[in-house]
């Protein structure tokens, strides 16, 4: 099975509740390498560009508020099955649906502060973690 990456981003409610070492720890734990990550304040419009996919959406604005109400933690994840495995570790984007142990229903308020994003494909998780990081800072598997 071949390598894929997924971006992960702990939402501005995970940094505010000071999770981010926590929702790291069982990241890593699971087996996923960080191969980028940084904290960072997204503008309005740079949660749109993001976001995009979802305009049309009755969410997008109450979601791209949300998003750059404060900082969050963009983090270019790698491992065998990744999009998948990585969605598990979350569980469902409606916390009280989450699957017991996941980490949106240890950590999460609500389906609009769910912690984390996770992308939804391996097309999107290259295209989204591009989004962060340009290619020549996301390090290589050494």
């Not at 390598?3 to 939402?11: D, S, V």
């Not at 940084?38 to 996919?53: H, Q, T």
């Amino acid at each position: 099975m071949a390598l894929e990456r997924t971006l992960a981003i702990l939402k501005p409610d995970c940094v505010r509740k000071n999770l981010i070492g926590e929702v790291i720890k069982r990241i890593q734990d699971a087996g996923f390498t960080i191969r980028a990550m940084k904290l960072v304040r997204l503008s309005k419009s740079e949660a749109e560009g993001f976001y995009a996919v979802h305009k049309d959406r009755p969410f997008f604005g109450e979601l791209t508020t949300f998003m750059s109400s404060g900082p969050c933690v963009p983090i270019v994840l790698e491992k065998e099955n990744a999009i998948a495995d990585y969605r598990t570790l979350i569980g469902a984007t409606n916390p009280a649906e989450a699957a017991d142990g996941t980490i949106r229903k240890l950590f999460a308020d609500s389906v609009g502060e769910n912690i984390a994003h996770g992308s939804d494909s391996v097309e999107n998780g290259l295209i989204e973690s591009a989004y962060f990081f340009p290619e020549h800072v996301v390090v290589a598997n050494s």
